[in-house]
């Protein structure tokens, strides 16, 4: 294995589910201009995503179509014919 490959700031952060409203805290490098207050009383940088194990239809068993960003709105009027 190559020496040096993974970073070594890994620091406390809240990932937030932007479907669900759920947040959990975790280690991650990612970088991030926003910040929570936690449930501890100490600040720390947000990551948003926009699904995660407490929204995804394989963990949850169901079924459910997740758009939180309007992606198909988006594609129909991209793609859509002009009259």
């Not at 669900?20 to 009383?41: C, M, V, Y």
């Amino acid at each position: 294995m190559k020496k040096d490959i993974h970073p070594k700031s890994y620091r406390f952060v809240v990932f937030k589910d932007m479907s669900n409203g759920h947040s959990f805290l975790s280690r991650s490098t990612a970088p991030s201009k926003e910040t929570i207050q936690w449930e501890d009383g100490n600040e720390y940088p947000l990551i948003k995503v926009e699904i995660s194990n407490t929204s995804h239809p394989f963990y949850t068993g169901k079924n459910v179509l997740v758009d939180t960003t309007g992606r198909i709105d988006k594609f129909k009027k991209k793609y859509a014919k002009k009259a």
